[in-house]
């Protein structure tokens, strides 16, 4: 990866996290916590990673994405709309009664979602269907799914892996935003998780864990992903949940309350201010 393309990609996820921002604030409500750590490998997936056509969201060869926790839909969301797949200027729209843009992800509404998620450790479990078909089938096409580390607590989840290790999921990369807090607090406070790597390769799967707002990191560790054979993929993700908007940086508060006038002012002021620095020449 070069530093323009570096550059862009960090400009580009500048302006998914203003999506989110504009998303949760037209909202009253929303995940704004989880969609900001994220939206680096948001960014990466839709705009390096993902063979996707906006122009044809249903093409059978596309890679598929499954967002498992299906909260964080104001990140994907802006993801999506900055590809392409529906207007940017529909994200304040989120969770009105009359707009297609629900508070979780609709594969039936939404342009480029390929699975409604929304209960913790199913979206997991989906993917894996999916990437199971897919091999059956004879497509190259992979998938990827990114579960919060909180949801890593439920029981399904280690169920789908003991599932993609046992059926050589080869084409499965299981993507986990691990910012370490959840709606009730700290993730080692709520149920400790451990060493989240060590249990994924007890599983059976092929670990790596980086920086989740290091586009470097992200390219070389998904380029490895692919290349690996007869075992599924797993990349955690490093990250700061709030990660852009300095006041919900690491706060568990901001897990599921929407911004308001002034606090929305400002985050898109920081935010505004961060994509010049970017963008200047």
């Known amino acids: 990866m070069t530093a323009e393309e570096e550059k862009a990609l960090q400009a580009m996820a500048c302006r998914v996290r203003m999506g989110v921002l504009t998303a949760t604030h037209g909202a009253k409500a929303g995940h704004p916590g989880g969609s900001l750590s994220a939206a680096d490998v948001f960014t990466y997936l839709y705009f390096k990673e993902l063979n996707i056509d906006p122009a044809d969201p249903q093409k059978p060869d596309r890679d598929r994405f499954v967002l498992s926790k299906g909260h964080t839909a104001p990140g994907l969301y802006s993801a999506l709309a900055y590809r392409g797949f529906f207007p940017v200027d529909d994200l304040p729209t989120l969770r009105h009664i009359d707009s297609y843009l629900q508070g979780h992800p609709n594969m039936n509404t939404v342009p480029g979602v390929d699975m409604s998620t929304g209960s913790l450790g199913q979206g997991i479990s989906c993917a894996c269907g999916m990437a199971l078909g897919l091999k059956k089938r004879g497509?190259?096409?992979?998938?990827?799914?990114?579960l919060g580390d909180g949801e890593m607590q439920e029981g399904q989840v280690w169920e789908a892996l003991m599932f993609a290790a046992h059926y050589k999921l080869d084409n499965l990369c299981?993507?986990?935003?691990?910012?370490?807090?959840?709606i009730d607090g700290p993730n080692e406070k709520v149920m400790g998780l451990g060493s989240i790597p060590d249990k994924l390769r007890a599983f059976g799967l092929d670990v790596f864990q980086i920086s989740g707002h290091d586009f470097q990191s992200m390219e070389g560790a998904f380029e490895v992903a692919r290349q690996t054979k007869g075992k599924p993929c797993a990349v955690v993700l490093e990250t700061t949940k709030g990660k852009g908007v300095s006041y919900m940086e690491g706060q568990v508060g901001w897990h599921g309350k929407a911004p308001n006038d002034e606090e929305y002012a400002r985050g898109m002021a920081e935010l505004s201010a961060q994509l010049a620095e970017l963008e200047a020449v």
Do not use: E
């Open 139 to 146: 497509s190259a096409a992979r998938v990827y799914t990114l």
């Open 174 to 182: 299981v993507l986990v935003d691990h910012n370490g807090l959840q």
